[in-house]
């Protein structure tokens, strides 16, 4: 989705920024970051794209910048007692290394879900860590309670002036790098990377042609929401997927000058992101984390519908868990268009998988599943590698003139985190198929998450079906049938709210309908 946001014509809260990012002192601790050519990512459009290399920082993001602009503000007094934090990785790391080069103590509040990687890199640093909480907000909490009590300086991730200043410094950087960019992409969390580009490219005089456009993952999009409803919006829930941008809502100060000098947002899923890490790896052979490859993935989507354009996209970090790699692999070639998957009704007879092969022709086939649903029917599962669009939609006219029924499944959550990797098949027993509900949900990635959820669960209903897959992340993905006899659910549906996780009902899903009811 793309949305763009009316600037107020105003630099009421962004003037201040000119001086403060003129001022900010992160070159002790931050390099400037090169700009690069992207010649395979062009090579694919038709435009030139380039990206501003924030994973070639010291902490390998460009949360050095703002933290150490932040902390170097700090008196003499404030310095002495020491600093805290919350974050879970990459502002950890830039409060982290700017206290050891000021000989600073330094606490971080970590949440327990936090990537391995960016632990260790916080230690190595001298940093003192806590690990407290499922996600950030509830580290966050715990930071600000310590902080009090302590009285510790809490470093802000992304709400501050002198953070948003720090960096800001990348936005005066690429201006200095004298080329003709048409736009600039940046990547959304908190807000305090794009509020602080954005207020130094927008207030350029020589500039004002430089469409700026901040980019956010679908499932954690605050800024989208906050520029619909003109305020500040508290997320309900977070993917989890890109740590590094999931955050509830957009900081406050961040949110004051976006409005006045952001052209518009632009969101993308998960599978476009993994496709961007791909493409940052095969230009630069350095591998991205998901929140360092959303700007990308937003450049991408915008560069689709024009050419002839000089567009950058800030690779904002590279601190990405071994463990991760695969899914963003598998999910990469959905995420480029490149796979398709489809489940197909075939007759349970002699010659009807021949006759489905004889329409794939030549087509490169990445998987192919079945499962027997009774006597006279079966379902395959379908992966195919397509070259094109076009040759997809080939390839559905020959099925449907062969009389071959289908649903396409590639955008199909239950299909990718689940089906695809499940063993079993349908649900054959005697009781009643049509009290069995499906639901999907995240699980943060800690040792009694699956056993507090059925602890909460209780004996009040039966889990039919149940898949657990680890990302390797902060997170897994669960499926979960549930055997449910009330007439209306509501029982059920006010239980599942009332737990720590986030439902969605997948019943109807064609994917649960085909292949394990």
Known sequence: MRLKINKTGSFKHSKKYLKLINEADVYDVAIKSPITFAKNISAKGNNKIFLKREDLQPVFSFKNRGAYNKIISLTPSQKKKGV??????????????????????????????????????????GAKILLDGDNINQSL??????????????IHPF?????????????KEILEDAEDYNAVFIPVGGGGLLAGISSWIAQNEDNKKIKIYGVEVEDSASLLEAIKFDKRVRLREVGLFADGVA??????????????????VITVSVDEVCAAVKDIFEDTRVLSEPAGAVALAGLKKYGKKIKDKKLLAISSGANVNFERLSYIVERSELGENKEKILSIQIPEKPGSFLKLCRIFGRAQITEFNYRMADNDIAYVLVGIRTKTEESFKALKIKLRKSSFKFNDLTRNEISNDHLRHMVGGRNNQDINKNSERIFRSEFPQKPDALLNFLKDFGNNWNISLFHYRNLGAAFAK?????????EN???LEAHLKSSDYSFIEETSNNAYQDFLR
């Not at 955050?247 to 518009?264: L, R, S, Y």
């Open 478 to 486: 669960v499926l979960i049938g549930i055997q449910d006899n009330q």
């Open 159 to 171: 709400d501050d002036p002198l953070t948003i200043a720090g960096q800001g410094t990348i936005g």
């Open 489 to 491: 659910g509501k029982k």
């Open 141 to 154: 909490k715990t930071a600000l309670s310590l902080a009090k009590k302590k009285k510790l300086e809490f």
């Open 247 to 264: 955050v509830e809502q957009i900081g406050k100060a961040n949110f004051d000058v976006i409005k006045e000098c952001v052209d518009g």
């Open 84 to 125: 805290i934090a919350a974050s879970a990785g990459n502002h950890a790391q830039g409060v982290a290394y700017a206290c050891k080069k000021l000989r600073i103590p330094c606490l971080i509040v970590m949440p327990i879900t936090s990537p391995d990687i960016k632990v260790s890199s916080v230690k190595s640093f």
